[in-house]
T-cell receptor, first 112, second 112 residues
Framework: QQQVKQSPQSLIVQKGGISIINCAYE??????FPWYQQFPGKGPALLIA?????SEKKEGRFTISFNKSAKQFSLHIMDSQPGDSATYFC???????????FGKGTTLSVSS | EPEVTQTPSHQVTQMGQEVILRCVPI?????FYWYRQILGQKVEFLVS????????KSEIFDDQFSVERPDGSNFTLKIRSTKLEDSAMYFC??????????FGEGSWLTVV
């Protein structure tokens, strides 16, 4: 119940294309869903986050779509650029706790 | 932009030795965390710290681990007797409120 399942494990997208990464969870107590971007040798950097009272949140080229009934959320990167090549982690946490539970990560490669 | 800073960036230690990893969280943040990432794997929660005490810890955070906030700015993770399987990147993180967590660049620990 504490797991967050992330797919795909890796993704190759052409420059200018849309990258889509999906996550699913079981624990209905989760109420905060961030996405982190990690470059090799660096710490995870908070990209965008959503709470279950909204179905979509957009910040620049990054959009989170949230489906509460399906217990799924996804990250869409529009107009993907080579600089977006990184590992992306979804995560979740709940009101009662402070721990972020991370997915296994998706390695995105944007080819020019 | 304020950031979480960690030292050392890389430490090699002999099995059985004690290690202290240090962190300076973002100055107005109240919640402090340690996470770890074994090479190529997902980020795993170790412990959270709030109001000068541990607020939550994972199964990984056993008796060989301890955390301390020795003064108003530093936050440390001590591993008492290191094992080979403790080799990982250790991330310190902080947040002003729960959930919106900012990570440092990590301390890479190699146990030989």
């Amino acid at each position: 119940q504490q797991q967050v399942k992330q797919s795909p494990q890796s993704l190759i997208v052409q420059k200018g294309g849309i990258s889509i990464i999906n996550c699913a969870y079981e624990n209905t107590a989760f109420d905060y869903f961030p996405w982190y971007q990690q470059f090799p040798g660096k710490g995870p950097a908070l990209l965008i986050a959503i709470r279950p009272d909204v179905s979509e949140k957009k910040e620049g080229r990054f959009t989170i779509s949230f489906n509460k009934s399906a217990k799924q959320f996804s990250l869409h990167i529009m107009d993907s650029q080579p600089g977006d090549s990184a590992t992306y982690f979804c995560a979740a946490s709940n009101q009662a706790g402070t721990a972020l539970i991370f997915g296994k990560g998706t390695t995105l490669s944007v080819s020019s | 932009e304020p950031e979480v800073t960690q030292t050392p960036s890389h430490q090699v230690t002999q099995m059985g030795q004690e290690v202290i990893l240090r962190c300076v969280p973002i100055s107005n943040h109240l919640y402090f965390y340690w996470y770890r990432q074994i090479l190529g794997q997902k980020v795993e929660f170790l412990v959270s710290f709030y109001n000068n005490e541990i607020s939550e810890k994972s199964e990984i955070f056993d008796d060989q681990f301890s955390v301390e906030r020795p003064d108003g700015s530093n936050f440390t993770l001590k591993i008492r007797s290191t094992k080979l399987e403790d080799s990982a990147m250790y991330f310190c993180a902080s947040s002003e409120t729960r959930n919106t967590i900012y990570f440092g660049e990590g301390s890479w620990l190699t146990v030989v």
